[in-house]
């Protein structure tokens, strides 16, 4: 097929795009500047610039490159883009992305309608955000949490458009987990070798992780297939902060991580980071592996860190 994967030269774009190629799918990725195009070319892709944030920019692109499905996997939460990871400013930290995944969403999905490509592919996310009531682990019929009255609530608002449009237009919603891999391990270990990252409470709330490249190969077989419907993206276990944290500093050859309580720990790190740690519900991928076939190379975290670690 003929792929145009918005978004390419990011951090899943970097491991996508190859694996498609790897299929024999001819790629179409976009960056937002002409110094990432070599880095696209070298791959085997044909590179091209566009802002996803305008509209004229997103239906050339998709005219000139006539695809059979668009994947988008515009974000700019990159420091280059956004700065360090501040989830207690976390409306500021994922403004652009926000509005790559309302403003992006609705500019892709025009120039899809205009073009006619037939099938959609867009990435949300499934890590912490499950909807706080129940259990700790949830499905696709589950929604994301709103998280009113915190800074992550615009981001929430934000992924909630991109997915009920994508599925209006009948293409594949895929809620990604906090993603490792390449290009993500220092974001993740340096706060913890600084001891900065610590356990807050009793580390009760429950995240879900995904490598970059099983997140890709998931993306592979959604475009294959021609999915419809939201699939959660991660891996076999959803796990406790109070689990997942201290393993990440043992590979990571750092200090086990503090504890402080719940009270002292949200005026320093924010609402969203002590909800996350103590609240988060995590997600499950039954759904992706029985209808897309999926099977997670790193089908647990623990596997994960220790190799990327090594």
Known sequence: MRVFVAG????????????????GHQVTA????????????????DGIVMDGLDAASVDEAVMAAQPDVIVHQMTAISVAHAGKADLKHMDRWFAGTNRLRTEGTDHLLAAAAAHGVPHFVAQSYGAW????????VKTEQDPVDAMTGTPAEPGMKAVRHLEDAVVKAGGAVLRYGWF??????????????????????GGAGYCSWVHLDDAASATVLAVEHKARGVFNIVDDEPAPAAEWQPYLAECAGAKRPM??????ARPLAGDVAVMMMT?????????AKHELGWEPHH???RQGFKTELA
């Open 8 to 23: 390419g030269s990011g951090v899943l774009g970097r491991r996508l795009v190859p694996q498609l190629l790897g299929r």
């Open 30 to 45: 976009t960056a937002t500047s002409a110094a990432k195009l070599a880095m696209l070319e070298d791959m085997g892709a």
């Open 129 to 136: 955000n499950g909807i706080r009531r129940d259990g700790w």
């Open 180 to 201: 490792y891999g390449p290009g993500t391990m220092d974001d993740l270990v340096e706060p913890i070798r600084k001891r900065q990252f610590p356990v807050v409470g």
């Open 259 to 264: 504890r402080v309580p719940a009270w002292l």
């Open 279 to 287: 609240e988060g519900r995590g997600f499950s991928n039954a759904k």
């Open 299 to 301: 089908p647990s975290w």
